[in-house]
């Protein structure tokens, strides 16, 4: 059951910092390793950084270049860090683009350097899923598993909920 | 795939606080609750405290008492929250005592309350696991899952692995 | 040498807090009285809320407001907690509007909540200069004291330095 | 007023951290650093562990070391981490052996590893105080100053106080 894993990074409020400087939120570098460490994973993980964006800020061209890169590997279970803004629209686009493959998308509400962050939660659930789930896409967030064209972000709530 | 999901908490390290008024570990009151909300989880759980112990102290009355507790509820979903040291004992009595029911136990190597602690990814790991995996006994562990009986823990290293 | 001390709350970073909703950052309440049951801090405090602004957008009846606020009470010991943008510009001011009283300015880098912030430390250091220090109005940064008019904040370094 | 300071490590909860290979709680390094570089401070600092023990665990040669290493030095403003358990008994002791020099003893109630610890604001204030204060032995915790001789730990609340 412990194959090998990929884990693609495409930035979202997971990976944001403070920048003490001028005060804004910002990307540096992604802290899924660190998380790792902390969840003592033993997992057998490899890690690669796609993009480190918004996912307000991302378009056709970004959601595409995620679906080669699942396409272009030959692991078949694939967890992808993203922004929960656009999480399902991605789901959406790779549930088309990319067949036979188990991937997971997981997010964090606060950035994991924050402290209040739910973002080890979402990983250590998001993992879990993507080892046992039967090929599909799916959104790991709340610490349920949603099939992709079947969730919605409710923005008022702050969370992922099914839709009919 | 949302369904009711019953936790039992017994203890373990998980739960240890640090009492500055005398420098030792102790068990104040679970911190299941605060773990969930700040996971954001929205799962439907029903938390009971079975005991509050450090797992080394277990006797078989204590594991008769959790497969007891088991059996006696409707749910066929269960997560324990379980000191480390003896995971794999009560995973091995669970085995022979519960049958037709999914068991995940699962704890922590450091203190929830101490920053640096696993616990986090490990319940947000057993809490997917838990949902969907077939009946049996598990251990969600280093975000891998193990069959009872097959599962040591490697006290050097501090982890869990596969037995042959 | 336990005397009563004031604290006035003016905002800034030290109390900005992550909107998980929208992603920016805000001020909601202080978290003064949660670092200082942090700190076990046994002083005799008064504590009141003037504004929750970012200092940038300090103007000047904020600052004739603050004077007034330290004038108009009897404690001659008051800390301000107070954005660092404009902290200078505000130990200025009070400089000319308040004398035969000890006021210490300070703030932090990095909000309180996102656990890498410098808050307690300034805190634990303002308290304890302002306890001791002479009449006059001060900054407490980097574990420093400065006295106004002495002092510029480095946006480069994000550190207070002396000036000539 | 930025002269140079001098810090003696011995140990005590301050820098205490969990095995979790065996979950109990031991010394590895000293965390000043860390909480110095977390507190963004720029004091001109000269760090020394002496030792790395529990108070309880100090004898007379211990503390004949302590006073013989403030002595030695031409530093006359020293900072001493030091277990709360027997702070005064320490501090008394060096009121007799130094003379002429700002000493101020601080500690910690929780260690700063396990997140609500009281050690960032401590040592925040002790270095305030010790910036300051005229020659003598003081204790800082609590946000109090207290002068050595005058105090005692309050075992049941957990706090320092002063003795008449």
Redesign the interface.
Known sequence: ??QSIKVFITGG?FD?E?N??N?S?FFKETHLHE??K??????DLSIETLMMK?SLDFDAADRQLIANACNDISEERILITHGTDTMTVTASYLSQKCTNKTIVLTGA???Y??????G??????????V???KPGIYI??????FEANKVRKN??K?????IP
């Open positions: 059951m412990h409020t944001k403070y003490e400087l005060g939120l998380m790792l902390l969840g003592r994973s033993r997992l918004d509400m606060v950035p350097k924050f402290g209040s962050s739910d080890l939660f979402n990983l250590g659930s998001a993992l879990a899923f080892q046992i789930l790991a967030m709340n610490g349920k598993i923005t008022d702050g969370e992922f909920e099914s």
